[in-house]
T-cell receptor
Framework: GENVEQHPSTLSVQEGDSAVIKCTYS??????FPWYKQELGKRPQLIID?????GEKKDQRIAVTLNKTAKHFSLHITETQPEDSAVYFC????????????FGGGTRVLVKP | DGGITQSPKYLFRKEGQNVTLSCEQN?????MYWYRQDPGQGLRLIYYSQIVNDFQKGDIAEGYSVSREKKESFPLTVTSAQKNPTAFYLCASTGRYNEQFFGPGTRLTVL
C-alpha cells in the first residue's frame, strides 16, 4: 500500500520568512495530493491540493509543487504570519486504492513574531 | 466541511462499555471515513465506506464497528474490545473530485 513520509516534523520560522514542508510517497499510481492545516483541538482543514497532471499550484501565500518522477511534493508558505502556526499534514491517494487518503505524520509549524 | 456533523463533542466511556459516535453529512457524498488521532500524532484510518451498505476495514479496525445503512450517516461504535480508546475521532466524507472534508470531531475519554 501507499506510504507517505513527511519532513520536517517541527519547523520554527521568523514571521515574514518562508516555510517549506516536503513529502514523499511510494505508490506511483497516486494522483491526488492534498494538504491540510490543523489548529489545536480543531478539525483538519483542506488548504490546497494538486493533481498529477499539474506541476505547481498557487493560492495567495501558499503553493504546492509536485515532482512525479521523484515521487515527492512540497508545500511552500511565503510571508509567514503568526496565524500560520499549526500542524500541517500532507496526503496522497489513487483510484487503484479506492481513493482513500494516506497521510504523512504531520509538521508542527511555529511562526515567531 | 460545514455539511458534516459529529456528535457528541465530548464522550466519556466506562470500562467494558460500548459507545457509538454519530457522523452525518448533507453533502450528498458517497464515501465516508473514520479516523483516530492520538495527542500529537497523525491520522489513522479506522473504517471507510464508499457506498451504502458496504464498508472496509482501515489500518486500525480492531475493537471498532460501523454501519452504513443510509448515505448520510456513518456511525462508529467503539466496543469494549478496544482497550485504549481515548482519542480524538474524526469523520470525513469525500466528494466527486476526491476532496475530503472533516467533521468537527468527537473527543472520547475512558474513565
Amino acid at each position: 500500500g501507499e506510504n507517505v513520509e513527511q519532513h520536517p516534523s517541527t519547523l520554527s520560522v521568523q514571521e515574514g520568512d518562508s516555510a517549506v514542508i516536503k513529502c514523499t510517497y511510494s505508490d506511483s499510481a497516486s494522483n491526488y495530493f492534498p494538504w491540510y492545516k490543523q489548529e489545536l483541538g480543531k478539525r483538519p482543514q483542506l488548504i490546497i491540493d494538486i493533481r498529477s497532471n499539474v506541476g505547481e499550484k498557487k493560492d495567495q501565500r501558499i503553493a504546492v509543487t509536485l515532482n512525479k518522477t521523484a515521487k515527492h511534493f512540497s508545500l511552500h508558505i511565503t510571508e509567514t504570519q503568526p496565524e500560520d502556526s499549526a500542524v500541517y499534514f500532507c496526503a496522497a491517494s489513487s483510484r487503484a486504492a479506492g481513493n482513500k487518503l494516506t497521510f504523512g505524520g504531520g509538521t508542527r509549524v511555529l511562526v515567531k513574531p | 466541511d460545514g455539511g458534516i456533523t459529529q456528535s457528541p463533542k465530548y464522550l466519556f466511556r466506562k470500562e467494558g462499555q460500548n459507545v457509538t459516535l454519530s457522523c452525518e453529512q448533507n453533502l450528498n457524498h458517497d464515501a465516508m471515513y473514520w479516523y483516530r488521532q492520538d495527542p500529537g500524532q497523525g491520522l489513522r484510518l479506522i473504517y471507510y465506506s464508499q457506498i451504502v451498505n458496504d464498508f472496509q476495514k482501515g489500518d486500525i479496525a480492531e475493537g471498532y464497528s460501523v454501519s452504513r445503512e443510509k448515505k448520510e450517516s456513518f456511525p462508529l461504535t467503539v466496543t469494549s474490545a478496544q482497550k485504549n480508546p481515548t482519542a480524538f475521532y474524526l469523520c470525513a466524507s469525500t466528494g466527486r473530485y476526491n476532496e475530503q472534508f472533516f467533521g468537527p470531531g468527537t473527543r472520547l475519554t475512558v474513565l
